[in-house]
Structure formats: structure tokens, C-alpha cells
């Protein structure tokens, strides 16, 4: 019975490090739809840039939750 826990919380870890890497990748990552004329568009992260430093820095993507 051990070694089926064990392969249990070994998905579950996978399953929690999945939907983290799901929601990084709606938030920073690259969104693609098409659009009112059906091409396809590509939008990206806004960056906005310090004036202390000149780093830029992401901006996220505004994610709903509808669960």
C-alpha cells in the first residue's frame, strides 16, 4: 500500500507543478486567438520600464478564474 501512496503524491506534486506552470504561462507568456476578420493574433506581455534603473519589468496578463 506504501508504494502506491507514494506514486500518489508524486502525481500530485506533478499535477500542483503543471497548473503553476499553466497559470505563469497565462499570465507572462505569449496569448494567440484570431480575431473579428479570423486571422490570427498574436499578443505578448506589456513591459514597462523603471526610470531609476531602465530594467524593464513584465506586466501580467489579467487571468480570470471561472472555477
Same mark, same amino acid.
Given at each position: 500500500?506504501?508504494?502506491? !501512496? !507514494?506514486?500518489?503524491?508524486?502525481?500530485?506534486?506533478?499535477?500542483?507543478?503543471?497548473?503553476?506552470?499553466?497559470?505563469?504561462?497565462?499570465?507572462?507568456?505569449? !496569448?494567440?486567438?484570431?480575431?473579428?476578420?479570423?486571422?490570427?493574433?498574436?499578443?505578448?506581455?506589456? !513591459?514597462?520600464?523603471?526610470?531609476?534603473?531602465?530594467?524593464?519589468?513584465?506586466?501580467?496578463?489579467?487571468?480570470?478564474?471561472?472555477?
Amino acid at each position: 500500500m506504501g508504494m502506491v !501512496k !507514494k506514486e500518489f503524491v508524486e502525481y500530485e506534486t506533478g499535477l500542483e507543478s503543471m497548473k503553476a506552470g499553466l497559470e505563469w504561462m497565462t499570465r507572462y507568456g505569449v !496569448k494567440t486567438f484570431k480575431d473579428h476578420t479570423g486571422e490570427w493574433v498574436e499578443v505578448r506581455c506589456a !513591459k514597462e520600464v523603471d526610470l531609476f534603473t531602465g530594467e524593464e519589468t513584465p506586466i501580467p496578463h489579467l487571468v480570470e478564474d471561472f472555477s
